[in-house]
């Protein structure tokens, strides 16, 4: 009776309702080498908000995509990771810092980076292991790519105020401007602003989480 039951329920309601779910979010995923895309976790800005924000790229020459990960199954919440972000592809950075797409594209993006900012830097996310359930702050930033070998996650820290946050900004060109691109694969290079410096620095990933280890603050899987 009960292996009767576990084949009907991938003919309910609820289980088309749950393979429909991601189907309708990903309506509002866009591909190609005008695309800036945004991953959020939950609600960020209403219709009207992205509406503005996909008229101001559009100016440009580039579309919006967003997917909101919400109810999806991922990864489990690390130290060094963006959970939220605006991903810039290899053709449009290039183009930014070789100065062929003009200022008001840079501006529009440091505007969307920076509203976001302001809407997501006092959430939590919850986490649940095996062994506990945390709730934990919600990291958001910039995923970029330099080359299919070399990308960058820019971390902006929810303190940041707002004058903070443009001001950090406005150093992500000149950054990676000084960046030669990896001949080969590398992972992807964690970078935090100093506020006290004003300037990027980068993250020796595998040192920090040896220091977490060893005072045994490491997520557990």
């Known amino acids: 009776m009960q292996e009767k039951d576990s084949k009907n329920f991938w003919l309910t309601n609820e289980y088309k309702e749950y393979e429909e779910f991601p189907k309708g979010k990903e309506k ?15 609600p960020v800005f209403d219709q009207v908000k992205l509406k503005e924000i996909e008229n101001r790229l559009s100016k440009n020459g580039i579309r919006l995509s967003h997917y909101d990960k919400s109810g999806d199954i991922y990864a489990a919440l690390e ?5 939220s ?15 062929v797409f ?9 505007f969307t980076v920076s509203s976001i900012h302001q809407k997501v830097k006092n959430r939590n996310c919850n986490r649940a292991t095996i062994d506990e359930a945390a709730s934990k702050p919600m ?17 902006l820290n929810g303190e940041f105020d707002e004058n903070i946050v443009n001001s950090s900004l ?4 000149d950054y990676l401007k ?14 935090v602003f100093n506020s006290e410096k004003k300037k990027w620095e980068r993250v020796d990933i595998e040192k920090e ?10 997520n557990k899987k």
């Open 170 to 173: 406005d150093k992500v060109l």
């Open 178 to 191: 000084e960046i030669k691109p990896s001949p080969v694969y590398k992972r992807t290079e964690f970078v």
């Open 79 to 83: 130290d060094f990771s963006l959970i």
């Open 209 to 218: 989480m040896l220091k977490l280890m060893k005072k045994g603050k490491l």
């Open 102 to 110: 003009p200022n008001a594209l840079w501006d529009t993006i440091k």
């Open 85 to 99: 972000f605006l991903a810039i592809s290899q053709p449009i950075i290039g183009k930014l810092i070789n100065g």
């Open 139 to 155: 990291t958001f930033g910039m995923k970029v790519h330099i080359d299919k070998n070399t990308s960058f996650d820019f971390k």
């Open 28 to 42: 509002f995923v866009k591909h190609g080498p005008d695309v800036i895309h945004l991953t959020h976790l939950g």
